[in-house]
C-alpha cells in the first residue's frame, strides 16, 4: 500500500488519483489544514483509506505506517509567504514533519520514500537554467530552507538506515485543484474588483512552471527508473512566464475588458520570494520523459480551468 | 559584544581565546555536556562572561542575547556517530537549537552570525577535492544533514530578514582541548590497552585535516572580508591523511614498540561515515589565507598534545 502525505492537497490528490489508476492501494494522511476532502471524491473505499492526522503527531504517524510499502511525502505548509511572519510554521511543517515520517518507517521497517522537494532550494542562483548540480544552496524562504532541511534528513536516512529515496525538486506546479500560489491570487483579485489587478511587485519575476498532471506521470516515471540510493531530479520546463504575461493571460482568460494591471514596485513580490527561477530539465529529458505542456500552455490552463470552476 | 555558543566545547573555547586577545568581550552560552569550564580559564570576568543554558530553552537564549553585536554558532552535538543511535539529536541540538538562535536574533535586532558548519554536508561527493559549488549536497549522517539544515534556515534569515552570515564548512579540525574524534579514541584505546590498538574500518578512509588555531585564523579571517549577505567557504588544508596513517602516527607519538594495529574491516569506520572527504580549499587560499600546519601536521601535533596532557 502507498501512502500519500498531503493526499487531501493540490498535487498530492492528483497523485491519489493516478496511483489508483494504475492499480495501487493507497492511504492518505492529511490534517485538512488546506487539503479538501472533495479532492479525494470518487474513490472506492477499496482503493482508498483517508486517515485525518498531523504529521505533528508521531503515534498518529506510526499507525498510518502499518502495512505500508513507499512513502509520498508531499505535507508541507502551502504557503511559502508566510515564513516572514510566523518564523516556526516551515520548520514544524517541513523539516519536523519530515523527521516524524523517517523515524515512523526507520520503526516499521518501511525503505522507500518520494518526496516533494522545491526549487525554492536554490535561492537566487546565479546559473540559470539551474540544475541538480548547482551549489552552494542557499535557499532565500523559510519554506525553501525546510526543504532542503528536509532533503538533507532523507539523504541521511539512506545514507546511515539504507532507505531508498526519490527527491523531486519541483517548479512552480499549476493545474486544477490548486489553493493558493500567483494564479489562484490574481483569479480571486478579480473576482473582488474586476477593474484592475493589483501585481505584487515590478511584474518581472519569471519563473518556470509546469503542470501538475505531466508533474505527477514526471514523479511516477523518475520512481519507476531508480531502485536504491537517492535519486534527485529537477521537475519542470524548459521555459520561464514572467508574473506580467501571467497577468495578461489571466486577464485574457477572464474575458474581462479594461482591467488596469498595477505593479506594488521592487524587484520581488514579498521578503523571501526568489525573483528568478529557471529549472534545467535536462536530466529529467535525458530519461526519455517530456511534459506535454509548456509553462505556458500550463499557466494558461490553470486560468481557464480555475475560472470555469469558481467564475468570475 | 560577542556571543559564542559551544563556547566551552574544542573548537569554541579556542575562538574565545582569540577573540579576547583581538580586544573583543565575548560571552559564552554552553550547556557543557561536552564543553568544559577548565577551557575557559585564565580569562578576566571583565573580559568573559559564561552563561550555562541549553540552546532548546528559547527564553535562556534571548537573555544572553542582551548587548551582542555577533553570534559565532558553534554548539553542537560533537558526536557525528550518535546519530545512529538516537535520532533525534542532531535534529534537536543542531537544526532546533540553530532555529532558536536565529529567531532570537530576530526578535533582538541581532544581525551577524558565523556558523560552523562541516564537510559531512557534501556527503559522498563524487568530485574531488569537493568545491563549495559541488551540488547535489547529499550527506549520509544525520549530524551532515542537521549542518545543511542550519545552514539553510541561516541563509534563509539572511534572505528574509536581511542578517549577514559567515558559513564555514570545517575539515575535520584537531587539536588540543579536542574531546572526540580518531586522535582521541586511538590514544584512549592504547591507555587501556598498550598492545593493540583496534581501528574501525580498513584504515583506508581518508580525509582533510586542520589544526584548530589555524580553523580559527580562518573564521576570523572570513569574518573580516565580508559584511553582507552569506559567505561560505570551505575551511581546511589541501592534503588528507588516511585512518591507518593516523593510527601509526598515533602509535609513534606514544613511543610505544611492537603495538599491534587491528583493523576491523570495511570501507568505513561506521553507518553514516564518509569513507574519503577532501576540500577544496582554493576559494580560501584565494583571499590570502593560508594554514600554518599541513593534514599530516596538524595531526601529529594534536596526538602528541593529547599524549603529553593525560599521558600513556
Given at each position: 500500500m502507498h501512502l500519500v502525505?498531503?493526499?487531501?492537497?493540490?498535487?498530492?490528490?492528483?497523485?491519489?488519483?493516478?496511483?489508483?489508476?494504475?492499480?495501487?492501494?493507497?492511504?492518505?494522511?492529511?490534517?485538512?489544514s488546506s487539503g479538501r476532502m472533495e479532492f479525494l471524491e470518487g474513490h472506492s473505499k477499496d482503493d482508498l483509506e483517508i486517515v485525518v492526522c498531523d504529521l505533528l503527531d508521531p503515534s498518529g504517524v506510526d499507525d498510518a505506517m502499518k502495512g505500508i510499502d513507499t512513502v509520498h511525502h508531499l505535507a508541507a505548509n502551502p504557503?511559502?509567504?508566510?515564513?516572514?511572519q510566523v518564523t516556526d510554521t516551515d520548520l514544524k511543517q517541513g523539516t519536523i514533519?519530515?523527521?516524524?515520517?523517517?523515524?515512523?518507517?526507520?520503526?516499521?521497517?518501511?525503505?522507500?520514500?518520494?518526496?516533494?522537494?522545491?526549487?525554492?532550494?536554490?535561492g537566487e542562483a546565479d546559473e540559470m537554467p539551474t540544475s541538480e548540480r548547482y551549489g552552494p544552496v542557499l535557499p532565500i524562504s523559510l519554506y525553501g530552507a525546510s526543504k532542503l532541511a528536509s532533503e538533507s534528513l532523507i539523504s541521511a536516512w539512506s545514507g546511515t538506515f539504507?532507505?531508498?529515496?526519490?527527491?523531486?525538486?519541483f517548479a512552480n506546479i499549476v493545474?486544477?485543484?490548486?489553493?493558493?500560489?500567483?494564479?489562484?491570487?490574481?483569479?480571486?483579485?478579480?473576482?473582488?474588483?474586476?477593474?484592475?489587478?493589483?501585481?505584487?511587485?515590478?511584474?518581472?519575476?519569471?519563473?518556470?512552471?509546469?503542470?501538475?498532471?505531466?508533474?505527477?506521470?514526471?514523479?511516477?516515471?523518475?520512481?519507476?527508473?531508480?531502485?536504491?540510493?537517492?535519486?534527485?531530479?529537477?521537475?519542470?520546463?524548459?521555459?520561464?512566464?514572467s508574473v506580467s504575461t501571467i497577468a495578461r493571460i489571466v486577464?485574457?482568460?477572464?474575458?474581462?475588458?479594461?482591467v488596469k494591471i498595477e505593479y506594488t514596485g521592487g524587484d520581488r513580490g514579498w521578503a523571501g520570494d526568489v525573483p528568478r527561477t529557471w529549472l534545467d530539465v535536462e536530466k529529467l529529458k535525458s530519461t526519455g520523459f517530456?511534459?506535454?505542456?509548456?509553462?505556458?500552455?500550463?499557466?494558461r490552463g490553470c486560468a481557464e480551468n480555475l475560472i470555469s470552476e469558481i467564475g468570475i
Amino acid at each position: 500500500m502507498h501512502l500519500v502525505t498531503g493526499g487531501a492537497g493540490f498535487i498530492g490528490s492528483h497523485l491519489v488519483d493516478a496511483l489508483i489508476s494504475a492499480g495501487k492501494k493507497v492511504r492518505v494522511l492529511d490534517n485538512f489544514s488546506s487539503g479538501r476532502m472533495e479532492f479525494l471524491e470518487g474513490h472506492s473505499k477499496d482503493d482508498l483509506e483517508i486517515v485525518v492526522c498531523d504529521l505533528l503527531d508521531p503515534s498518529g504517524v506510526d499507525d498510518a505506517m502499518k502495512g505500508i510499502d513507499t512513502v509520498h511525502h508531499l505535507a508541507a505548509n502551502p504557503d511559502i509567504r508566510l515564513g516572514v511572519q510566523v518564523t516556526d510554521t516551515d520548520l514544524k511543517q517541513g523539516t519536523i514533519a519530515t523527521y516524524n515520517i523517517l523515524e515512523s518507517m526507520r520503526k516499521s521497517g518501511v525503505s522507500k520514500i518520494s518526496f516533494s522537494s522545491s526549487s525554492a532550494i536554490y535561492g537566487e542562483a546565479d546559473e540559470m537554467p539551474t540544475s541538480e548540480r548547482y551549489g552552494p544552496v542557499l535557499p532565500i524562504s523559510l519554506y525553501g530552507a525546510s526543504k532542503l532541511a528536509s532533503e538533507s534528513l532523507i539523504s541521511a536516512w539512506s545514507g546511515t538506515f539504507g532507505i531508498t529515496a526519490w527527491i523531486h525538486r519541483f517548479a512552480n506546479i499549476v493545474g486544477s485543484r490548486g489553493t493558493h500560489g500567483v494564479i489562484y491570487d490574481f483569479v480571486h483579485k478579480l473576482r473582488n474588483d474586476n477593474t484592475r489587478l493589483e501585481v505584487l511587485g515590478d511584474g518581472r519575476q519569471e519563473k518556470s512552471y509546469m503542470d501538475v498532471q505531466d508533474t505527477v506521470n514526471a514523479m511516477l516515471h523518475v520512481i519507476g527508473m531508480h531502485d536504491d540510493g537517492v535519486s534527485l531530479y529537477n521537475l519542470g520546463t524548459d521555459q520561464t512566464v514572467s508574473v506580467s504575461t501571467i497577468a495578461r493571460i489571466v486577464v485574457e482568460s477572464t474575458g474581462l475588458a479594461d482591467v488596469k494591471i498595477e505593479y506594488t514596485g521592487g524587484d520581488r513580490g514579498w521578503a523571501g520570494d526568489v525573483p528568478r527561477t529557471w529549472l534545467d530539465v535536462e536530466k529529467l529529458k535525458s530519461t526519455g520523459f517530456q511534459p506535454k505542456m509548456t509553462s505556458e500552455e500550463a499557466v494558461r490552463g490553470c486560468a481557464e480551468n480555475l475560472i470555469s470552476e469558481i467564475g468570475i
